[in-house]
């Protein structure tokens, strides 16, 4: 049985550093097709997608949170570490992490977040 | 970036009735779609992935359809816990990206 868990700050100061970590079970980050990604989500709002790492040390950012965000893993100990620089306010939310792997269907494979943690509310205030 | 456009963002049904949400996608991404269901409070999990075929476990009374830039998310008859807010996601380029959610009233 897979799940994950995030664990972190739930309160940080504007300017400081998010560090987050995803404690997870059921599954290895070095098998071939795994990832474990980062999503967040306003309150209220929709659904972000942050970044991923895959069982290769691939790693995939966010475009506008590239130059902020920081994914890393430690497969030994089944985490994945997210950290995000420079907080603001706009950063208040609801930080999800994901397993993803590979479906196949119709001859072709699709890579999805197919089981997710319950998340972690994070509030950036003074 | 894709930018993945739903509607409506919200709905009021109730149990018993067939509803649909759509999602459309700024450019083409084949059938590399997937639908979730985030109920009040919970993570989202996965219904529907390559846009039409159900995940394992998940009722029959959800269905999706679609390719290229529009695609289709249907509940054939609403039960009273599809009371959720439902996202449309592309996974067929980086960087990831969600539709804004449809939120489901009954």
């Known amino acids: 049985q897979i799940t994950l868990e995030e664990s972190g700050p739930t309160l940080v100061k504007p300017t400081q550093t998010l560090t987050l970590t995803c404690n997870f079970s059921g599954f290895s980050l070095s098998t071939s097709g795994v990832g474990v990604g980062w999503i967040r989500q306003p309150p209220g709002k929709a659904l972000e997608w942050l970044a991923v790492i895959f069982w290769n040390d691939d790693t995939r950012y966010s475009p506008s949170l590239k130059s902020r965000l920081i994914i890393t893993k430690d497969t030994s100990r089944n985490q994945v570490v997210v950290t995000l620089t420079n907080v603001d306010p706009v950063d208040t939310a609801t930080y999800y992490c994901?397993?993803?792997?590979?479906?196949?269907?119709?001859?072709?494979?699709?890579?999805?977040?197919?089981?997710w943690g319950r998340g972690t509310l994070v509030t950036v205030s003074s | 970036d894709i930018q993945m456009t739903q509607s409506p963002s919200s709905l009021s049904a109730s149990v018993g009735d067939r509803l649909t949400i759509t999602c459309r996608a700024s450019?083409?991404?084949?059938?590399?779609l997937v639908w979730f269901q985030q109920k009040p409070g919970k993570a989202p999990e996965p219904l529907i992935y390559?846009?039409?075929n159900l995940q394992s476990g998940v009722p029959s009374r959800f269905s999706g359809s679609g390719s290229g830039t529009d695609f289709t998310f249907t509940i054939s008859s609403l039960q009273p816990e599809d009371l959720a807010t439902y996202y449309c996601?592309?996974?067929?380029?980086?960087?990831?990206?969600f539709g804004g959610g449809t939120k489901v009233e009954i």
């Open positions: 390559a846009a039409s």
């Open positions: 450019q083409v991404i084949g059938n590399y």
């Open positions: 996601q592309q996974y067929d380029m980086f960087p990831l990206t």
């Open positions: 994901a397993h993803g792997t590979y479906y196949y269907h119709s001859r072709a494979s699709h890579w999805f977040f197919d089981l």
